[in-house]
């Protein structure tokens, strides 16, 4: 199935219509957040993207240790890479695919993976309280809920 194709089944399975547009890209909203979907021709693969907030204006070290420890082997994004966008410079999440192993049900559960931890991580910078005493990992401010322990790691 052609990448096009896939994206447009997606958007079926999910309930809207999705279409890649000329730059072979589309966006859609799940959880109140955004979702881009990109087609790398030159890859090829389909990479999802999410924005995770505007970094906060307090100490930030304990939080770019935690994002950064969380990409170490995906152990904290679940196969996805949290970066800052340098053209916005905002927090954003990506998670590229290759695009000859997807199916519709592989893209769909991968979408749903991606939605979660893009929700987790934005729920992490936008309840961030800046460094702990003793420079300490942040926490989030709902005490790690949503898959995340204390330290701001997904746990598996």
Not at 83 to 103: E, H
Not at 114 to 142: C, M, Q
Request: hydrophobic content about 40%; glycine content about 12%; aromatic content about 8%.
């Amino acid at each position: 199935m052609e990448t096009a194709e896939l994206v447009e089944a997606l958007g079926e399975r999910l309930g809207i219509t999705l279409a890649l547009d000329s730059d072979g890209a589309c966006s859609f909203e799940a959880d109140g957040l955004v979702v881009t979907l990109n087609n790398i021709q030159e890859l090829p693969a389909l990479v999802l993207t999410g924005d995770v907030g505007e970094p906060p204006p307090e100490e930030m070290a304990p939080l770019y240790k935690a994002m950064l420890e969380a990409n170490y082997n995906f152990s904290g994004t679940a196969g996805a890479t949290l970066s800052l966008d340098s053209a916005t410079g905002r927090f954003s999440i990506c998670r590229a695919m290759p695009a000859d192993t997807l199916d519709v049900d592989a893209l769909y559960a991968a979408v749903e993976g991606f939605v979660n931890t893009l929700d987790a991580w934005h729920k992490i910078v936008s309840n961030y309280r800046g460094a702990a005493p003793g420079g300490e990992t942040p926490e989030p401010a709902d005490g790690g809920r949503d898959g995340f322990s204390a330290g701001g790691f997904m746990q598996v």
